[in-house]
């Protein structure tokens, strides 16, 4: 066996309903279902998702949008000086950028303000405001932030700067007082479409304020509609998706000159392409320097200074990634050796001088580790602080649980999946103590078992271009529309093998229903060593398309794998235990010894066993269920090895048989040879067997264990006896078979033994295993003997 990773849970859905969506909307039952799993359950949305169709929302049904528009225009036509109030993640970044646009097109005498991730922190601050007004600044417009500033807001009312705020983070229970807040999520909201990201909300401002729809906002309202990990649904399904049909024909130049460090074509663009390649870019920059830099990119109108922008943001990235994966190990550490995983449903790690503008990143990589909820802090002990990101899982909602600790978190704001907070240091241990004690009241282990959902299990028939093709209507992928996941159960393996330059992917055909297609598994090559080529493979991922010199082919993404019978390792033909021990991965494994003599040649790990099975009585004690077994040496007999395995249910065999010296390959005397040789010792009994048998052997082309085997066997049946190495013909003998000698019949079952075990094919031993095991014999004919 090999279990899976995760848990696969395949959605349910009406068959019937599925098959009503099929023939109405002319797709196939696969999509139909999928289409189901997302909610969409008639034909009408599910034409409008698929193809198209559906319009944005009036912005004016954001409450407080008339009162923000009325100001805005008033600041424009007093050209009083507007201050736009950003964040500095790709989200606020892209915010930032769509409203100074949208400012500057209008007529405005605007400017932007992100604050410093590391002196200032995240969100509106008193001492910015202050010196906004100081400049003069007459109204402030906050983007994808604001929604927590109390005390800003305040502030702003104090200086008699007119506050307007949009955003999407989750409202606290007492909202700030501002002239307006735009965000679709306030109580009592009539909006259509809750789930707007802070670049969304920006989006709508701007509607607004053109009176019509600023398509040419979309290429920009995309990236934070992607990065920000919000729903795919609704109105962020037509930005995300109208937004990557503009990026591929944009005439940004920032764009274009990041795409092009980021080795990226237009025409390719997709919603992974911004997530993986655009988003990291931007973020990096508030990460690790200021964010402001991102949004001149944006804004940029000079070819040379986009240029040079994109260079330095890649290189930050760059830097990041190292930041990143040097952190990680350290806090990996931090785990293993404080708060093991066993005793901890909450981790909150930290430590002085972990940067504090990638500690979020390394949250998501502890949650992907670990699968629990995850602080990461970076403590500044000259102020006392700790500034933290938080990750989670399905079962634990951050921001939920986090405000009932609200007295130890002066500042803190974000979703049910990820959070941002300052504390004291002194109140990291009471905050870490609070955090477990929810989530061993809210969690069951379960809840610590990594899910995959699934769309459906399908066959590799299924496996077509044409449905693969279909199914790209459902792209853009994200949030709520994720991409479709599907299993295939127990396979055929056509071949396997491990690629790139460290062998730490997996590439494999699996075959079925006369078909076959292509899988890669990126960094599952580490299977490769767990997998039987014999086995039936279960697999879960991705459809895809390969396209490779014009050539397009349908192609798996594997992202777990399973086998869910009990496997066979054909190791036979090691030398030494040295090369068995080479053989075997790095797993808990029970060696099974027939023979004690090979004890203190084993040498087993800190998580093996080793038993010796030389009786029925022991064989049969022996405890495999759900074991890795290594069957080192020969049986002594079938009765003993039957009753190892009988009855029981190991997960894997690796089958050595080592034995010195086979008995297959020396010369098995026929009822000729005994004839002959009976006759020779009636013509020179008494015969010396230890001084002349070796030449007699030689002369006949024998072995002398050929003659000592003979000698043994007449022996037995009384025709000779045997003293000091004389061998004399008895006087007297009874005719007798040779087969009642136990000597013969040793010879003849461990001959036989070592052909079924030994010299057989996989095929073959594999079904003497099932038929020992009681399990269905794929090749009777192998057996027969056996039985």
Known sequence: MLHSKTRWIVRDYDLGTAEKLAEELNISPLVSSMLLNRGIDNSDSARTFLFGGQDFHDPFLLEGMDRAVARIQEAIANQEPILIYGDYDADGVSSTTVLMITLRELGANVSFYIPDRFSEGYGPNEAAFRKAAESGIELIITVDTGIAAIHEAEIARELNVNLIITDHHEPGPVLPEALAIIHPKLPGSNYPFRELAGVGVAFKVAHALYGKLPEHLLEIA?????????????????????????????????????????GVELQTINEETIGFSLAPRINAVGRLE???????????????????????????????????????????????????????????????GWHAGVIGIVASKLVERYYRPVIVLSYDREKGLAKGSARSIPGFDLFKNLSTTRELLPHFGGHPMAAGMTLKLEDVAELRRRLNQLAEMQMSDDDFIPVMQLDAEISISDCTLEILEELQLLAPYGMDNPK?????????????????SDHNHLKLTLAGDEKSVDAIGFGLGKFFDHISPASRLSIAGELSINEWNNIRKPQIMLQDIAVRHWQLFDIRGVRSFGSLRAKLPDISKIFVLFDRQYLQAIVPGEKDEVIVADTIETAEAARLDGASIVLVDMPPSKAIFNALLAGKCPERMYAAFYKENSEFFSTIPGRDHFKWYYAFL?????????KYGGLLAKRRGWTKETIDFMSEVFFELEFVTINNGLISVAKTSNKRDLAESQTYQDKQAHIALEQDLLFSSYGQLKSLFAQILAEPVENEEAVKEWI
């Open 484 to 500: 479709p996941r599907i299993s295939i159960e127990n396979a055929e393996i056509s071949t396997i093998r491990k690629i790139g």
């Open 222 to 262: 995309v990236i934070g509609t992607i990065a920000d990990l919000v729903s795919l649904t609704g109105e962020n399904r037509l930005i995300a998706k109208k937004g990557i049909e503009k990026l591929k024909s944009t005439k940004n130049i920032g764009i274009k000159a990041i795409f092009k460090v980021a």
């Open 290 to 352: 200021h964010a402001s830099m991102a949004v001149d990119l944006l804004l940029s109108d000079n070819m040379e200074e986009a240029a040079e922008l994109a260079h330095e943001m890649d290189s930050l990235n760059k830097e990041r990634q190292a930041i990143v994966q040097s952190i990680t190990l350290e806090a990996i550490e931090q785990v293993e050796k404080e708060f093991p995983p066993d005793s901890n449903k909450v981790l909150v790690v930290g430590k002085e």
């Open 682 to 690: 009636l013509k020179n009994s008494p015969f010396d067997i230890n």
